[in-house]
């Protein structure tokens, strides 16, 4: 009995040492604080120049030949503007980021049936960010509802949620992992595990077919609905079918990383840790670490960058530091340090009054298609204050 908690003690002490060591290696620079206060102030004001050019019936994606460009409410990207608004509401206290978030929920609310993957970046996104703050029960039941949508669209044969629609075909796309974290939280929320085993199942067949040897993801993986094969891998927003597109390996980071956070499988850690070494370790990577659109693309170092990838990596990359050993942790921190300077300097942060009150200029979104290319983004804006926003609580153990 005695030896047990001897054991346990020293198990105990053990973990006190490393938690600490952990912190110190997480502790927030002055500087960088600095920075992220005056950028956080500044993307308050920017908004409320947003605020003032959208519609009440729609949600803004991005600033075009000197409008900004506006998506009806099931557009994939909606979730994210009042989701920045919350963020920023969180960050400031500014009521009038609430108010205008707020303002989008109900159309959003409308949403929770639509037969789309993205569901998971609609709903999370605002409802999720709102629940945080207010936990109010209907917005709970649009969580869950969603949930159930988005549920619905997995193939038990593919072992994957379709992402886009096709006659033939089983579409699966990397991006999809980000939704998988509207299924964990309605799990939490429901009590009812079924949605988090099926992001599991998800996780787990994308982990097996989406990836090389090198981490670094495929786009796209067209699977057999019948017998649930892999029948092809390629690109759509990628430079090509063999070469990593850059935000589709930061939507695997992040999506990896939330999943260890959420699920606690040291499968899913060590897969984030072989993508956050594919990413950092490229020497395609700029300097200045907001890297080009694709990791191949073919005119590097003139090839465009894109700030929204480059946000991403620094979200996951702070999330993803508080579950490794000391020296990962100072370097995907550093990493992440350098991309926020990067984006708050004026190269990628408009001015006030500028870039139709988005704060960052420069993202791609796909540039085979050659649609908004080299523009603001409205997710790029979501993951940056999201970053600076998890920077601020280093070392506080809050998410
Ligand atoms: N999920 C769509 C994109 O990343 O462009």
Redesign the pocket.
């Known amino acids: 009995m005695k030896t047990n908690y001897v054991l346990v003690l020293i198990v105990m002490l053990l973990g006190a040492v490393h938690g600490n060591a952990q912190n110190k290696a997480l502790n927030p620079r002055l500087d960088i604080l600095k920075i992220i206060d005056k950028s956080l102030k500044n993307a308050t004001e920017q908004y409320k120049v947003l605020i003032k050019n959208v519609e009440p019936d729609k949600f803004p994606e991005t600033f075009t030949k000197g409008y900004v460009k506006q998506k009806a409410p099931n557009g994939?990207?909606t979730g994210f503007y009042p989701g920045t608004l919350l963020y920023l509401y969180e960050a400031t206290k500014d009521t009038v980021m609430y108010n205008a978030a707020l303002q989008k929920l109900p159309l959003l609310e409308k949403q929770k049936y639509i037969s789309s993957h993205?569901i998971g970046?609609m709903i999370n996104c605002s409802f999720g960010n709102a629940y945080t703050i207010d936990p109010k029960a209907e917005y709970k039941e649009t969580i869950i509802t969603s949930a159930q949508t988005l549920a619905s669209r997995l193939n038990p044969t593919v072992g994957c949620i379709r992402s886009w629609d096709s006659q033939k075909d089983f579409l699966v796309?990397i991006?999809n992992m980000?939704n998988l974290e509207l299924l964990t939280l309605a799990s939490k929320l429901s009590g009812d595990s079924s949605y988090k085993k099926i992001a599991i199942t998800h996780a787990d067949t994308t982990l097996k077919n989406h990836f090389r040897p090198d981490y670094s993801s495929y786009h796209l993986v067209v699977y057999d609905p019948l017998s649930g094969a892999v029948t092809r891998k390629k690109t759509v927003?990628g430079a090509g079918d063999e070469t990593a597109w850059a935000?589709?390996q930061a939507?695997a980071l992040y999506g990896y990383t939330m999943m260890y956070r959420e699920i606690g499988d040291r499968r899913y850690l060590e897969h984030a840790k072989g993508i956050a070494k594919f990413i950092l370790d490229n020497p395609n990577l700029p300097k200045d670490k907001v890297p080009y659109w694709d990791f191949s693309a073919p005119d590097i170092p003139n090839a465009l960058r894109d700030a929204?990838a480059g946000a991403l990596y620094a979200s996951a990359l702070i999330e993803l530091a508080g579950f490794v050993d000391t020296k990962s942790a100072k370097e995907y921190i550093h990493v992440a340090e350098t991309i926020i300077k990067t984006l708050s300097g004026p190269e990628y942060t408009a001015a006030i009054g500028d870039n139709g009150g988005f704060l960052l200029k420069h993202g791609v979104?796909?540039l085979p298609d050659k649609s908004?290319v080299d523009e603001p983004l409205a997710?790029a804006d979501y993951y940056y204050v999201e970053a600076m926003l998890r920077y601020k609580n280093l070392g506080k153990g809050k998410r």
């Open positions: 994939w990207v993205d970046f796309i991006d980000m927003q935000r589709g939507w929204s979104g796909s908004f997710y």
